[in-house]
């Protein structure tokens, strides 16, 4: 109990603090209890760059990842395996998915109490995912270290359960999520609709080469766009693939956080608003609360930093094109609120004169585009962005 004591606001004042401090949730208490880092920022340029420490539990050295705007909603961390080593094996009752930003090595995967267990080789720039509460075992067998990535819904899990154990010692065995046949974890490469927006997704529980794989083309966010959502081991941790051509930037658009981009190839950088800014902050005078943040394959950016809906552009500057994979946890634009059966439309696709959130290059802020052109000739990568995109249709 409590010994603070409430008091009833008297002389028509309201209850509460007003002004208050938030409160560490049960995911920030164990990420600090884990002994290793909590970075928590905008983004960072580069993953490699953030300073690792021996992490107990998994036998490795890591750094959570923490993007503002991405709290309680998913998690991230990076861990390092060391040469000719292995990270313990662990399973736990919420998703994950691996990139892996530097090394070579394997995974072996299995189910309490089964005697199969999947073992698939991994290089940089594969992703996969380990089902939930499968067991797992992460094996380096080179001379060097390797640098993974993860994802997960462990704030989701931990936030509402409030107990550790529960979470990492749990019997309960997925068999729905997990298959003993030899093909689950090989690459699979046909493509389909999703069942929610209709884009093109591929059911695959392993990528080999995020970095290199083809892309089917999307043409939403940018002239020639590519783009993919794998859909791995049933989760609901969404993801996908995009790529933006060289000499090209995307368009803007506006919804509320989850999102966090890294970069897969290519460099860029990635502007950062909240809507209530509206389209062209530059130019009505709110340039000074636009943030930016320049990265390279292993840097990665949130979204939509803050509460509410942010919009956020994406700029290719690179001789080779810009790809990242967007990472959601359980959320994403086509999973906003609502009952079952109420119309929806793609709206982060859909121009702000049509009655979505994107910015078409011919209503955005100027200076967006004179910077792009002057930041291209001084890479020197060619412009590709024609002049037509900068054109009102005829009925505005
Ligand atoms: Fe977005």
């Not at 580069?46 to 890591?62: E, F, I, Q, S």
């Not at 803007?252 to 999102?259: F, K, Q, R």
């Not at 509410?308 to 999973?335: C, D, I, M």
């Amino acid at each position: 109990m409590s010994s603070k004591q409430w008091n009833e606001p008297s002389g028509g004042k309201k209850a509460g603090f007003g002004k208050f401090t938030k409160l560490a949730t049960a995911y920030d208490k164990f990420m600090e209890e884990e002994g290793i880092p909590v970075f928590r920022d905008l983004g960072i340029k580069n993953v490699r760059n953030l300073p690792l420490a021996p992490w107990k539990r998994t036998g490795g050295k890591g750094s959570y990842i923490q993007l503002y705007g991405t709290e309680g909603k998913w998690g991230c961390y990076v861990v390092e395996v060391p040469p000719a080593g292995a990270l313990h094996p662990e399973k736990h009752m919420f998703e994950k998915i691996y990139l892996v930003v530097e090394g070579r090595g394997s995974t072996e995967v299995w189910l309490e109490g089964e005697n199969k267990k999947h073992v698939f080789e991994w290089q940089k720039g594969s992703i996969f995912s380990i089902p939930m509460n499968a067991w797992h075992r992460i094996v380096n067998a080179t001379n060097d270290s390797a640098l993974l990535q993860a994802g997960t819904t462990a704030p989701v899990v931990i936030n509402a359960l409030q107990n550790i154990d529960a979470v990492f010692n749990n019997p309960y065995v997925f068999h729905d999520r997990f298959s003993s046949a030899d093909d689950f974890y090989k690459e699979h490469d046909e493509i389909e609709p999703d069942p929610v927006r209709g884009l093109a997704m591929r059911r695959t529980n392993f990528l080999p080469d995020a970095i290199n794989c083809e892309l089917p083309l999307d043409n939403r966010r940018s002239p020639g766009y590519r783009r993919v959502e794998p859909f791995m081991t049933q989760n609901t941790f969404y993801y996908w693939i995009g790529q933006h051509e060289n000499g090209r930037y995307s368009k803007a658009h506006a919804h509320t956080s989850a999102a966090i981009l890294i970069c897969l190839k290519g460099k860029g950088y990635t502007y950062t608003w909240p809507e209530h800014l509206g389209p062209t902050p530059w130019k009505d005078g709110y340039g000074d609360q636009v943030r930016r943040l320049d990265y390279e394959p292993g840097g990665m950016v949130t979204a939509a930093p803050g509460g509410a809906r942010w919009y956020h552009q994406h700029f290719s500057v690179s001789k080779e094109p810009f790809r990242l994979t967007a990472w959601f946890g359980p959320h994403n634009p086509g999973r906003d609120p609502g009952p079952p059966g109420e119309k929806h439309t793609d709206y982060t696709a859909i121009d702000l004169h049509e009655g979505g959130t994107a910015i078409p290059y011919w209503m955005e802020d100027p200076y967006l585009r004179k910077e792009y052109k002057e930041t291209l000739e001084r890479e020197g990568v060619e412009n590709q962005m024609p002049d037509e995109l900068y054109q009102p249709p005829s009925d505005q």
